[in-house]
């Protein structure tokens, strides 16, 4: 029987590196023969993720708290997946989770709260380890593609930064409600 595969997130604002860091470790796993996959999300090949990409490219409006839903069933989507690649020994490294899910949303401050918007992540698969890329927004903004889509802006992206670091504080990784497979 193999051993469990880690489950490593990597989360950050839009252009903060995550692609490239994602890689970076994949790389590094496989050369030392541990397998790996990617994962990412949004998934934009799902359903729901035909819906997503939409939503981002701003061809189609849809409230915010049906969007903030709809990232949250993409991953659920991908979960049990993702439980039978861990099972099997594989380790994957997930570019943005429930942590993109929390932080996007909280940071549009039109009521939604906390508590609300972290239950639908409940029951997901936990992460052993949780990477936050700190690139301050500023920075961000000047790199190449920054603008494109929907939540792009400067102003966006610093209150992203803010409510990502409020989530960086443990108490939520470890009441995540998910459990190991
Ligand atoms: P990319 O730039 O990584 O393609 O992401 N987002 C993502 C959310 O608002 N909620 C989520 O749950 C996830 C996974 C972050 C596209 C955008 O989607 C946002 C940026
Ligand atoms: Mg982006």
Redesign the pocket.
């Given at each position: 029987m193999s051993t469990r595969g880690a489950l490593i997130v990597i989360e950050g604002c839009?252009c903060s590196g995550?692609s490239v860091q994602c890689r970076n470790i994949l790389e590094s796993l496989n050369n030392q023969g541990i397998p790996a996959e990617l994962i990412?999300?949004?998934d934009r090949t799902t359903d729901t993720g035909h819906l997503i990409d939409k939503y981002?490219r701003n061809t189609a409006d849809l409230p915010d708290q049906v969007i903030h839903l709809l990232?949250?069933a993409n991953?659920w989507e991908l979960r049990s997946k993702m439980e039978n690649l861990l099972t099997n020994g594989i380790t994957l490294v997930v570019?943005?989770?429930?942590f993109?899910?929390v932080a996007?949303?909280y940071a549009k401050k039109n009521g939604m709260n906390l508590e609300w918007l972290k239950s639908p992540e409940r029951g997901l698969l936990k992460p052993d380890l949780v990477l936050f890329l700190k690139l301050e927004p500023n920075v961000i903004k000047q790199r190449k593609g920054f603008g494109e889509?929907r939540?792009e802006t400067l102003e966006f992206q610093e209150a992203v930064f803010r409510c990502f670091e409020l989530l960086t504080d443990d108490t939520w990784k470890y009441d995540f409600g998910g459990r190991k497979p």
């Open positions: 839009d995550k990412r999300f949004p981002l990232f949250s991953r570019d943005r989770y429930s993109s899910g996007y949303s889509e939540y």
